[in-house]
């Protein structure tokens, strides 16, 4: 086959026969299929087998009872179901219009690109289909600060932010990408060297229902951004700093009522070991849960080695302070940021090492994992 379209879904049931109609008229003369990626809590799937049962084009739909990586897990899902030459991604709100593709499959098929852009801001596009000023301001500023933040690889691209692209198949590593949001372009475009070309289109107002973009999209969208930009360390230094600031506090609150230093500094260090597990669960290493150890394993794991830390690093303090030459300040810093990055490490190749999954399952999750570490 020669095109895949890769239509990643969320509860789009009115739009789908509107677009299938569409896609069809548009890819006349190409072998084509559509390939719907749905992650919906209604009658989508229900509505995508009517229509695909009425339509001449294929038309297949995988259902994710487990939507990992959001949008972003549902085109790599989606591309991994595909043995086309070329996958075609697009949204299923019909705000990238079908009359597009073969524009974008004819550049595609030149042979000197490995990924085209449908983009609003290259010459010709708009961006008319966003609703209100405010929305068209964010998408503008979020399009120039991650352009400023990756000047060398999106350098080729005036739009790193749309959802409407196309790429060949055997040229894009699929296994070096950790999607974590709905930017899935964005990743691909940092994590490897791509050859781009793009091809302006108007963004047009969505056919029915909703949108999708939530403050919540908002803040996974910064915390994806920042893990590309930074790595999963990011993240855990964040939280970091959180927990040392809530230890100081436990510890102040503990003194001031009384308790001894050495009890409330050893109660600060527990309560904060925890927290800090249970907030790299939720956000740092969230998408490495899904083929890690159960969680009571990966808790024990974690909980041993920061006390065993904190055993090794407190004499270590002590001596360095002791020596002579180094203030209490200057040796504590020094082995928090040992300890930080021993943390992390042991975090990322061990508490959250993938399990004993399928051979090449396990070996992409290895290799995402190495190359997340040394950043």
Not at 274 to 301: I, M
């Amino acid at each position: 086959m020669q095109l895949t379209i890769i239509v990643p879904t969320f509860n789009e049931g009115p739009n789908v026969a509107e677009l299938v109609r569409r896609v069809e008229a548009a890819v006349t003369g190409i072998d084509a299929e559509i390939v719907f990626v749905d992650d919906s809590t209604d009658d989508t799937p229900a509505v995508i087998g009517r229509v695909a049962a009425e339509t001449a084009l294929p038309v297949r739909c995988i259902h994710r009872a487990d939507p990992v990586g959001g949008l972003g897990g549902a085109v790599v899902a989606g591309a991994a179901a595909s043995t086309a030459t070329l996958c075609l991604v697009m949204d299923g709100d019909l705000q990238h219009p079908p009359e597009v593709i073969p524009d974008l499959v004819a550049r595609a098929l030149a042979g000197d690109v490995d990924l085209v852009v449908a983009s609003r801001y290259a010459g010709g596009g708009r961006a008319a289909g966003l609703s209100g000023w405010l929305r068209h301001a964010v998408s503008r500023t979020a399009t120039l600060v991650t352009k400023a933040m990756f000047p060398v690889r999106l350098r080729d691209t005036s739009d790193p932010m749309t959802g409407f692209f196309v790429f060949a198949r055997e040229r894009v590593d699929l296994s070096v990408l950790r999607p974590t949001g709905f930017k899935i372009l964005l990743e691909m475009l940092v994590s490897q060297p791509l050859r781009i070309a793009e091809v302006p289109f108007e963004f047009a107002p969505r056919h029915a229902g909703s949108s999708k973009a939530t403050l919540r999209q908002g803040l996974r969208f910064a915390r994806q951004l920042a893990h590309l930009r930074f790595g999963l360390m990011s993240g855990f230094a964040v939280i970091g700093a959180i927990g040392i600031v809530v230890n100081a506090l436990i510890v102040w609150a503990l003194t001031s009522m009384g308790m001894d230093w050495l009890p409330a500094a050893i109660i600060a260090t527990e309560v904060t070991i925890v927290g800090n597990f249970a907030l790299q669960e939720l956000s740092v290493f969230r998408e490495l849960r899904h083929d890690a150890r159960p969680l009571p394993t990966r808790f024990g794991l974690a909980f041993a080695f920061n006390n065993a830390e904190a055993v090794v690093r407190i004499p270590v303090v002590y001596l360095m302070v002791d020596s002579g030459r180094f203030t209490a300040v200057l040796a504590t810093v020094i082995t928090l940021a040992v300890a930080f990055v021993a943390r992390f490490t042991f975090q990322s190749l061990v508490v959250y090492r993938p399990r004993a999954v399928a051979a090449r399952r396990a070996a992409a999750d290895a290799r995402r994992v190495d190359a997340r570490a040394p950043k």
